[in-house]
């Protein structure tokens, strides 16, 4: 069995109240899967409920990884927020298609074109 995972990151790269977006590089396999739900649940904790999760640094994405968010849409939306993604790569894109997920977890071209037309509200 090949070990395909690259160096994985997770970073916070803009805040703005309940808004948090963070960049993904490397692959989101098994073995990274758990650091995604980490940091984003503890984004969560923190108020920062509408999460953008900027894809585009992101090589790889099994089944391990598609749970990971699932799991993160699932505690954004129980804080009252919201999980979009953006600059997917296109395997991920069709596993979210293929499986129904698209309709969950929605894919937008860019972290820009997210903000372009959400804004959470201060109290949100």
């Known amino acids: 069995m090949t070990d395909v995972t690259e160096e994985f990151r997770l970073n916070l790269a803009h805040i703005d109240g309940p808004l948090a977006i963070a960049t993904l590089t490397g692959d989101l396999d098994l073995h990274t899967a758990p650091g995604l739900r980490t940091g984003a649940l503890e984004w969560i904790g923190q108020g920062h409920h509408h999460l953008i999760l900027d894809l ?8 391990s990884g598609l749970s990971a968010l699932i799991g993160v849409w699932h505690s954004a939306k129980q804080a009252g927020g919201a999980l979009e993604l953006a600059a997917a ?36």
């Open 89 to 124: 790569p296109d395997r991920l894109t069709r596993m979210l298609t293929l499986t129904g997920l698209d309709s969950l977890l929605t894919v937008h071209p860019t972290a820009q074109d997210v903000l372009s037309t959400h804004r959470p509200t201060a109290d949100a």
């Open 56 to 63: 585009r640094g992101v090589g790889f994405c099994d089944s």
